[in-house]
């Protein structure tokens, strides 16, 4: 495994490793801090505890612990960490496909199509499949918005980046227009799409980590099977051609296989800014645009990044802001700044 | 090695771009394609190395038909050195270079010590190993253009495609450039196919010239035979003077202020 990590990169196996440290310390921090304080190492017992089977080290644990840590904390950190990896994954991708840093997981107007769907289903008031409802129309609005650009950008010549852009942009300002005339037909009930619209974590079960963990699975096998012909074509069509690179092959499976890990993202959490575009551009500066190491260092670094601003905004705040405008507010500036930094020639990524 | 076009046809839509080209190109030989802008050179390239599809015709490499073969199988048989370059990420030199061993290694596979030491000599060869660990995107045009030779010699395939590749080098790297691909042809019988613009270096460097205007090829043949008055003219819409130069033991060409016929 070692030897794999290394011949990717020098500093590659350290970084990962860390990155995964991280990640697990952050997970049990956060299973401990709430609205009930909880030790680190009540919280170690319950997660053993729970993994091994073994109830014995439980002796002595308040009651109360284990169904706090299992069924309220841990599936909303798990899911926060997973849908923060999945929007970091999609972000690479498609900043690679379209060979623009400034493209994003929603480039293509998944967060604009799983806006109207959740906004259809909350004021239209349909549960034909319970709790899943919204989650589910917000996944088939991305689906259709995805296919609506396909269709709308693709021509004779193929899919071409900039088409791409210029279609995602169109349709997602008329589905904008369309969630504006929801909100201002629903009346008193605007808060509950306005609520699902800026994200939220809360209430999150173990069939939502599930959901996510898995698409996220899918995903990263896919991209990570792909992610040297996203090399490749850094170089341009052409250039990827006579490498062998199916371009227009690759370009569209990467395509949907990214804007499907973001739908899923999207559906289950709402619309979360910025992670997706933030994280790929700070993590190239690290291993640099090698699409192989940058995936596999993104992914870590979005579930951080996410999973910090989740339990800063459930546990350390004095009240819970949506974590939509916590990532938005926070990240926002944060880019302006690496934006502004890599103008004056502090990055090289042009 | 062959390659044959059989009245190979393409457009872009309705518009024309290679009609009825037929051609037999073999090993060891240095080509040049030769025409003014906008006459299907760049097309043809598209063509030979299957990044187009023809409309009509057939092109085929070793008797068997191009669209037999894999992408892979392609990408070990041609490489191909573009005319405007653009990488939009800061890869650096070496690591756009190694791409160039893609087509030989397996998906998982990662470069071994001899795609390493093909990597270095290569870098060598074409001056960008003084520059192997500059991003791409800082690089010089003409030091780019290194970069991206050296990418494609890397891929150590039988035919070389050059496209315009020297059009913004000075004079000693692209004469530093063609005699690296020349030396192959002499020494290892690879076949060289190169689009160009500059008339005088296509005949120090070329044995066989392919003159092409209007998406068809209008002559052929031995660089001697096919460089006269009358084929410059007719391909060209220019009058110019053709003599057998002694210092570049070649023919060169030479034109006047008055040379462009109207």
């Keep these: 495994m070692k030897r794999i990590f290394q011949s990717l990169g020098p500093d590659i196996f350290w970084q990962v490793l860390i990155l995964f440290i991280m990640l697990s310390a952050l997970v049990v921090l956060s299973s401990g801090l709430g609205y009930m304080r909880i030790s680190f190492s009540d919280v170690l017992r319950v997660v053993l505890a729970k993994m091994l089977g073994m109830d014995s080290l439980l002796d002595g644990v308040n009651s109360l612990f284990p169904v706090v840590i299992a069924e309220v904390r841990l599936p909303r950190i798990l899911t926060a960490a997973a849908v923060g990896a999945g929007l970091a994954l999609s972000g690479v991708v498609f900043q690679g496909i379209l060979l623009n840093p400034l493209a994003d997981p929603y480039t293509l107007g998944v967060s604009a199509g799983a806006a109207l769907g959740a906004s259809l289903a909350l004021w239209l008031n349909i549960s034909i499949w319970g709790i899943w409802s919204v989650p589910l129309f917000a996944f088939i609005g991305s689906g259709l918005t995805l296919m609506a650009v396909i269709y709308l950008a693709s021509s004779s010549a193929g899919l071409s980046s900039g088409n791409l852009i210029l279609s995602g942009i169109i349709v997602s300002a008329i589905l904008s227009a369309g969630v504006s005339f929801i909100k201002y037909m629903v009346d008193e009930q605007v808060s509950v799409i306005i609520f699902w619209l800026m994200g939220s974590f809360g209430s999150k079960t173990w069939s939502d980590v599930w959901l996510t963990l898995g698409a996220l699975a899918a995903g990263l096998g896919i991209c990570g099977y792909f992610s040297r012909e996203l090399n490749v074509m850094a170089l341009g069509s052409r250039t990827a051609a006579s490498l062998g690179v199916d371009t227009q092959k690759v370009r569209m499976i990467l395509l949907i296989t990214a804007s499907l890990v973001s739908a899923v993202c999207v559906s289950v959490s709402g619309i979360i800014g910025f992670v997706g575009l933030l994280v790929p551009h700070i993590m190239r500066t690290l291993t640099g645009p090698d699409n192989q190491r940058l995936i596999l260092v993104s992914i870590f670094a979005g579930a951080i990044l996410l999973l910090g601003a989740d339990t800063l905004t459930r546990a350390v705040l004095p009240h819970e802001i949506p974590i939509g405008v916590l990532t938005a507010l926070t990240g926002g500036p944060f880019f302006c700044y690496i934006y502004r930094k890599r103008q004056t020639g502090g990055i090289h990524d042009d | ?262």
């Design chain 2, 1 to 262: 090695m062959t390659i044959e076009t059989e009245h190979v046809s393409f457009g872009y839509g309705k518009l024309p771009a290679v009609c009825d080209v037929s051609l037999k190109l073999n090993s060891g030989m240095f080509y040049g394609i030769l025409g003014p802008n906008g006459c299907g050179k760049t097309t043809l390239v598209d063509l030979l190395i299957r990044h187009r599809t023809p409309d009509a015709g057939i092109i085929s490499y070793q008797g068997k038909p191009l669209a037999k073969y894999s992408r892979k199988q392609i990408a070990r048989r041609f490489a191909l050195v573009p005319q405007q370059y653009a990488v939009n990420f800061p890869f650096t030199s070496r690591q756009v270079v190694m791409m160039g061993r893609y087509p030989h290694l397996g998906r998982f596979a990662f470069p071994g010590m001899e795609d390493q030491r093909q990597v270095d000599e290569i870098m060598e060869q074409t001056g960008a190993m003084e520059f192997e660990n500059r991003f791409i995107s800082e690089l010089s045009g003409g030091e780019r253009q290194r970069v991206i030779f050296a990418r494609a010699l890397v891929q150590d395939t039988p035919v070389l495609i050059l496209d315009e590749a020297t059009s913004n080098l000075d004079i000693s790297h692209a004469i530093s450039l063609f005699s690296l691909a020349f030396k192959r042809v002499v020494d290892q019988g690879k076949t060289v196919i190169a689009v160009m613009q500059d008339i005088n270096l296509a005949a120090l460097f070329c044995q066989y010239l392919i003159l092409m205007k209007n998406g068809r090829v209008v002559h052929h043949g031995p660089c001697d035979q096919v460089l006269n008055e009358s084929t410059i003219q007719s391909v060209f819409e220019v009058r110019a003077k053709v003599y057998e130069d002694i210092y570049a033991n070649a023919k060169q060409v030479v034109f006047n202020r008055s040379s462009h016929v109207p």
